[in-house]
């Protein structure tokens, strides 16, 4: 993650929030932890998922970066999604994601504000992978 921006405290509490996505429904959440006063964090942590061949076309990930608020609700502070759906960078990582499994494949992303509605679904009727 790039640097971030001071809020009105002067620091960022943050942590990452990975959601595994299958047919835009978020199934599996993941969690880094949180990094104290730091606006350039560092995660030295690996978050796995499986997901079977024959589900990875309508799969994704969700990536949420929030501030850790121990007084008040948490602070979004970007967003993206990784799948076959996404923007046009999204999509060549997520492909090359995709085409090299069991391999790190790392890339600089920058952070959004999305409209849940585009990528996710409220319904729960789908199988997870």
């Known amino acids: 993650m790039k640097k971030l921006t001071m809020d009105d405290r002067n620091y960022y509490y943050p942590y990452v929030k990975v959601y595994l996505l299958y ?3 978020r199934i ?3 969690k880094t932890q949180i990094i104290f006063k730091d606006l350039n964090p560092v995660y ?3 978050l796995t998922f499986s997901v079977t061949r024959d589900k990875i076309k309508d799969s994704g990930i ?3 970066v929030n501030d ?3 007084w008040g609700a948490n602070e979004l502070i970007g ?3 990784l ?3 996404s923007g046009t960078q999204e999509i060549k990582h997520w492909n090359e994601t995709v085409y090299r499994p069991n391999q790190t494949v790392s890339e600089w992303h920058a952070l959004k504000k999305l409209k849940e509605s585009r990528y996710l679904r409220t319904s ?3 199988k997870p992978p």
């Open 28 to 30: 599996e959440k993941k």
């Open 124 to 126: 729960s009727s789908t």
């Open 68 to 70: 850790y608020d121990k």
């Open 23 to 25: 047919q835009c429904q």
């Open 83 to 85: 799948s076959s759906r």
């Open 62 to 64: 969700h990536v949420v």
């Open 44 to 46: 030295e942590e690996s």
């Open 79 to 81: 967003e993206l999604v």
